[in-house]
């Protein structure tokens, strides 16, 4: 019998699959814990939970679920692009902006092309690049940050798609304005540039992308309900384009991809200035914690202007699992060519502290400290 693998298409041999943060219930019924003994800062999400009022809105959402979602997104995109000043036939729905990744590959990828990436960039990028058959140009970013001077230089004619996560998960650093700006003077027009926001709101001075789009540049910005608003169990992100780019990345997706709880969610949470802005007092105290208690106990980390910080452990695939052993999970990097570091995300203090406790008890059976 034929393999299925010759019938497949090629590329997807390729394709690493993607690797979560692994499940509070999983980590629970594997060690015989209760879920409530777990922890997990492996993923970035929202300590605080969604907002009290996007919860509200989602158990009535569920007394229409019998009902499609408003496939257009009508009232959502209309919020989005009230919010920062754009106009509906900009802002596109994901589910989750990961989505959005995927409709900019079905849009403008095709086997052959390449795709320009950092070297430490979120991997969904090169992910998507694979399964579109583009090769990954993974450009160096000396200190963790984007190089874009670098990135610059190698744009090929076969360049199709230029990424940019800012700041970038998993190492927490921004590219500024300055840098932003160059790049956009010189990357040619008939590259996909995408500036990736997922922890926009984290930021105290965020850059300004979204001049490119209003420019008419050929600019995807995207964002998500994901982090700071507590909403990545039920995927929902954005994309913001001009209105040209829009119109071909609309016919790359699914008639209801961003369902109706999510948008109802997304709706109200997105009015609730007061939960960002806790979620977000929350993130600066305990990241400045985390960051100081690293310094305490001698270790590297990269300073990070988002909700989680990169930190060398030396093995960090044994790190992950014997904090996992003892309830508390974090990410393994090995599969971002980082097996040193974990990446942690800030969570409450009580869970900021109980991670640290756990970490300087491993370290001391591991003789690292003292
Ligand atoms: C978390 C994250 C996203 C958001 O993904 P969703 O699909 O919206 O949950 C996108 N980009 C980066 C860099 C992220 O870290």
Known sequence: ???????????????????????????????????????????????????????????????????????????????????????????????????????????????????????????????????????????????????????????????????????????????????????????????????????????????DTLKFVREGRNVVVLRTFSKIQGLAGVRIGYGIARPELMEVLQKTRQPFNANLVAQEGALAGLRDDEHQRRTRELNIEGRAWLQGEFDRLGLEYVPSQANFVLVRLGDGDAAFRDLMKRGVIVRAMRGYKLPDWIRVSVGTMEENRRFVAELETWLEQRGSVG
């Open 1 to 207: 019998m034929t393999s299925l693998w010759e019938l497949a298409n090629p590329q997807l041999r390729d394709l690493v699959a993607y690797e979560p943060g692994k499940p509070i219930e999983d980590v629970a019924r594997e060690l015989g814990l209760e879920p409530e003994a777990v922890i997990k800062l492996a993923s970035n999400e929202n300590p605080l939970g969604p907002s009290p009022k996007a919860i509200a809105a989602m158990r009535r959402a569920v007394e229409r679920v019998h009902l499609y979602p408003d496939g257009g997104g009508y009232r959502l995109r209309e919020a989005i692009a009230g919010k920062f000043g754009l106009e509906m036939n900009q802002v596109m729905l994901g589910n989750g902006s990961n989505e959005i990744i995927e409709f900019i590959g079905h849009a403008f990828l095709k086997p052959g092309d390449e795709v320009v990436v950092a070297d430490h960039a979120f991997v969904v990028y090169k992910l998507m690049a694979t399964l579109f058959g583009a090769r990954t140009i993974e450009v160096p970013d000396p200190g963790f940050t984007h190089d874009l001077e670098a990135m610059l230089d190698a744009i090929t004619p076969r360049t199709r798609e230029v990424f940019v996560a800012n700041p970038n998960n998993p190492t927490g650093t921004l590219v500024d304005q300055a840098a932003i700006d160059r790049f956009m003077e010189r990357v040619p027009e008939d590259v996909i540039v995408v500036f990736d926001e997922a922890y926009y709101e984290f930021l105290e001075q965020p850059p």
